[in-house]
């Protein structure tokens, strides 16, 4: 799995370059204009080149090759979630040091985790649905899966978080914390829930896929 994760780096290198650079700059100027976005916003550009990936590997009949390897397509399988989990891990860090930074308030710290967690954990239900219709339709997997993210996202931040945000955009009424925390919770919650639902089902349809 070391050997598909580094295949996964080396492909993706250039690109996860100039995103890891903007994911940077979104974490500080989020932290600034909107932190609880801070470990969202970086972790959505890190796995961002992840399905041109799998796409360019099906031109390159990489995914047939490996289909043939004993517990190949298993390996395959982790070795994308695992590249995924680690751009996840980097988003998540880089998010966390830049509001814990400007903010220097830990209600706000917290709250940036749950909705990153929540957000990342979501997007992962591109894996199966690639793996089912095809990487040729990568592109608009990608878009459908977006704009869920997103509108996931904007429920929770409206409907829970600026709602409860107090004075300062960067602190948040210590009357509704407690509420504003179940819900941010239970939004992590669900995005660890898609995530695992993703990687079972990534692996039973790559399992049973005809290459």
């Not at 890891?20 to 801070?38: C, W």
């Not at 998010?95 to 710290?109: E, F, K, N």
């Not at 239970?186 to 039973?204: H, K, P, W």
């Amino acid at each position: 799995m070391k050997g598909l994760i580094l295949s996964s780096f080396y492909t993706t290198k250039k690109s996860l370059y100039t995103y890891l650079v903007v994911a940077i700059f979104a974490s500080i100027a989020f932290s600034f204009v909107n932190p609880t976005m801070a470990c969202f916003l970086p972790m959505i550009f890190l796995i961002s080149p992840v399905t041109d990936n799998i796409k360019h590997e099906k031109d390159s009949k990489w995914m047939y090759y490996i289909s043939t390897l004993p517990s190949g397509r298993k390996a395959y399988v982790n070795g994308y979630f695992a590249f995924y989990g680690m751009l996840i891990f980097i988003g998540l860090i880089l998010g966390t040091v830049s509001v814990s930074l400007v903010t220097q308030d830990l209600a706000m710290t917290v709250t940036a985790i749950l909705v990153g967690i929540g957000g990342a954990g979501t997007y992962a239900m591109m894996f199966p649905l690639t793996f089912k219709f095809g990487p040729e339709n990568s592109n608009v997997i990608l878009i459908t899966t977006s704009i869920i993210v997103i509108a996931l996202f904007f429920i929770v931040f409206y409907g829970v978080i600026f709602t409860n945000l107090g004075s300062s955009v960067s602190s948040l009424d210590a009357s509704s914390m407690g509420l504003t925390f179940i819900f941010v919770g239970i939004y992590a919650v669900v995005g660890l829930l898609f995530l695992t639902i993703s990687y079972i089902a990534s692996m039973r349809i790559f399992s049973k896929q005809e290459l």
